[in-house]
């Protein structure tokens, strides 16, 4: 899944993120990589093929990294 986010305390700039099924996201700043954060690869419990909550819980660390200033 890929967004458009601007943090809602700031009139800076736009950021792009891209999450995947498997909880990895990537952070985008005018096409360049601001942060990127990859996702275990295998662990007890995780479904083979990812899933749309992983994919949302990246999307919201992703936001609140942006939000923090770490991006």
Do not use: C, F, Q
């Not at 700031?10 to 990859?38: M, Q, W």
């Amino acid at each position: 899944m890929r967004i458009t986010y601007t943090p809602p305390n700031a009139n800076g700039p736009t950021y792009e993120i891209e999450a995947d099924r498997h909880g990895s996201y990537t952070v985008k700043l005018n096409d360049r990589v601001v942060k990127r954060v990859t996702a275990l690869t295998d662990y007890l419990g995780k479904p083979k093929w990812g899933s749309k909550k992983l994919e949302a819980d990246a999307i919201e660390d992703a936001k609140r990294a942006v939000d923090r200033g770490h991006a």
